[in-house]
């Protein structure tokens, strides 16, 4: 599986971005998918995730009301619509196949892809 994140860029606090991941090689019908993200310096950490259906979703408290995934199975992709940006939203964000367990979501997959870089600073 290829996945193609785009969408970032650098914003002040405040500011909203879309994030897109494409996946290829495989439809993501079927599979829980998430997006996680890594600032500089720290470990990767999930940021949302939604299940195959798109019926039930799930986010970090940090961004709880702000953010918001989605999917589009017939083009298979997924989302993140980014709103009232901090500066610790500030990382490289990545998608990912994910599993639910105990309350939180985990990448299915250790390959990853090139991510994309949100910077948000004023």
């Known amino acids: 599986v290829q996945l193609v994140e785009s969408g970032g860029g650098m914003v002040q606090p405040g500011d909203s971005l879309k994030l897109a991941c494409v996946t290829s090689g495989r439809t993501i019908v079927g599979y829980a998918m998430a997006w996680f993200r890594q600032a500089s310096g720290k470990e990767r950490e999930i940021v949302a995730g939604i299940t195959w259906s798109g019926s039930t979703t799930y986010y970090r408290d940090s961004v709880k009301g702000r953010f918001t995934i989605s999917r589009d199975n017939d083009k298979n992709t997924i989302y993140l619509q980014m709103a009232s940006l901090k500066p610790e939203d500030t990382g490289v964000y990545f998608c990912?196949?994910?599993?639910?367990?105990?309350?939180?979501?985990?990448?299915?997959?250790?390959?990853w892809g090139q991510g994309t870089r949100v910077t948000v600073s004023s």
């Open positions: 990912n196949e994910a599993l639910y367990y105990r309350g939180s979501y985990y990448p299915a997959d250790d390959s």
